[in-house]
């Protein structure tokens, strides 16, 4: 009997222990991690923990404080950090320096050239000459030399000061045209503006749009981007990253190779929805083929077209590709109608006269010019500022 009762009182204790050590052991864990989580909840319904309880209820175990894992803040993703870019305005003012670096090369040696004490016909060939190395163009350099050689005739003797003021009107005179080179980016029947970025690769296009964006949004403006150039996977990362800087919503496929026209119809829709100012759309212009040309970009058009204007075709063409961009430009121009033309990469050649070759080619506007590879390096094409960089001081 008496080792009945033993027996009992061991197992008994036994027990005991063991239940004790079951409840407190996963109860624990589970209530900290309720706790820790109901901490998260800011409406101030949290369950008590007690630092000197039984262990014994699901919502009060005893946890020593120092036991207690330290409370993890649930990961909060990086915010972008938008950025504030300078208005448009004053750009080229800004960027002269760079111009005159690349341009004056031209200028000085036109100036040199106008300076000589006699100007015979061989002194007129070598201006033209200089005209022509300088992308100029062959009709536009002859025209120069017939319009200086008139007035030099009428004016008779050349102080250098005169010599710059005859160059620089007569330059003034071939880069100026009477149409606007301001951009239709303002709202309008309720909707957005629609630009429409286009050219062959590797021409600046993606980084064009991107440049324009920040342009836009530091003079006030909102935008929304179309990545519509589904060719190159990489192109509609480039240009959200553009958007994310300065908090424009990129629009974009996730299929590789999906049609540009549907992307550049649910970025004008995402324009629309958000009543942005403007929507770039960025697209391919592979120029494999004109007919593959005219189909992509006349698609992309007529689908915008369903839900609102395209207000600008801004057609980017490398500066430091002479005659071949001339050439491309000609081939754009017959498919699609471009309202303006975007000059990049401006700072990198000597030939800035492309300006008045694309100028009489198109017949548009230089409206924008590439000065570097800076994200505020683009500029509203100021025709002064050119002329007198070319001239340099
Ligand atoms: N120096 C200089 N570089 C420029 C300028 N504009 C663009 N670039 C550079 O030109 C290169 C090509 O630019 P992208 O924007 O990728 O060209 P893209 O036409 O969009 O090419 P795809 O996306 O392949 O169609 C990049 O390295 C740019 O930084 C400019 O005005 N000056």
């Known amino acids: 009997m008496t080792a009945y009762i033993i027996l009992i009182v061991v197992v008994a204790v036994l027990l005991l222990g063991v239940g004790g050590t079951v409840l407190l052991r996963p109860r624990g864990m589970h209530g900290v991690r309720r706790s820790r989580n109901r901490e998260l909840d800011l409406t101030g319904s949290m369950p008590k923990v007690s630092d000197s309880g039984s262990g014994t209820g699901t919502d009060t175990i005893t946890v020593p404080p120092a036991q207690r894992p330290p409370a993890e803040a649930p990961p909060v993703p990086p915010q972008p950090i938008i950025e504030r870019p300078p208005p448009s305005a004053g750009r080229m003012v800004r960027l002269r320096a760079r111009l005159a670096r690349s341009q004056s090369g031209f200028g000085n040696a036109l100036l040199a050239l106008l ?7 061989d002194t007129w060939d070598e201006i033209e000459e200089v005209l022509i190395t300088a992308d100029v163009g062959v009709t536009p350099a002859r025209q120069m030399v017939s319009d200086l050689r008139t007035k030099v005739k009428v004016e008779g003797t050349r ?14 005179a071939q880069v100026e045209t009477p149409a606007s080179r301001s951009l239709r980016t303002q709202r309008h029947e309720g909707r957005p503006a629609v630009v429409l970025m286009v050219g062959v690769n590797g021409t600046g296009k993606t980084t064009t749009c991107g ?24 192109a509609a990362d480039q240009l959200q990253t553009w958007g994310e800087r300065v908090g424009a919503e990129t629009v974009r496929s996730d299929k590789e190779g999906a049609d540009p026209a549907s992307v550049a119809y649910d970025a004008v829709s995402v324009g629309i929805e958000q009543e942005a100012d403007v ?18 970009l006349g698609k992309v058009k007529r689908v915008v077209e369903k839900r609102t204007t395209v207000d600008e075709v801004l057609l980017v063409l490398d500066a430091t590709t002479g005659q071949n961009g001339l050439r491309q430009a000609r081939v754009f121009a017959e498919v699609v109608d471009v309202t303006g033309i975007v000059l ?7 030939k800035g006269g492309i300006v008045i070759a694309v100028q009489r ?10 000065l570097g590879e800076g994200p505020d390096d683009l500029a509203p094409f100021d025709p002064v500022t050119f002329v007198d960089a070319i001239l340099g001081g």
């Open 115 to 121: 300076s000589r004490d006699r100007l015979d016909d």
């Open 159 to 172: 102080t250098p000061d005169d010599v710059r003021e005859m160059l620089r009107t007569e330059l003034l």
């Open 211 to 234: 440049k324009l964006a920040r342009a836009l949004v530091g003079d006030g403006e909102t935008v929304v981007l179309g990545a519509a150039d589904t060719f190159r996977a990489a």
């Open 279 to 296: 929507v770039i759309i960025d697209t391919a212009g592979r120029l494999h083929t004109k007919n593959d040309l005219m189909d992509e």
């Open 344 to 350: 990049t990469k401006l700072d990198g050649t000597a």
């Open 361 to 370: 080619e198109l017949g548009v506007p230089v409206k924008l010019v590439g």
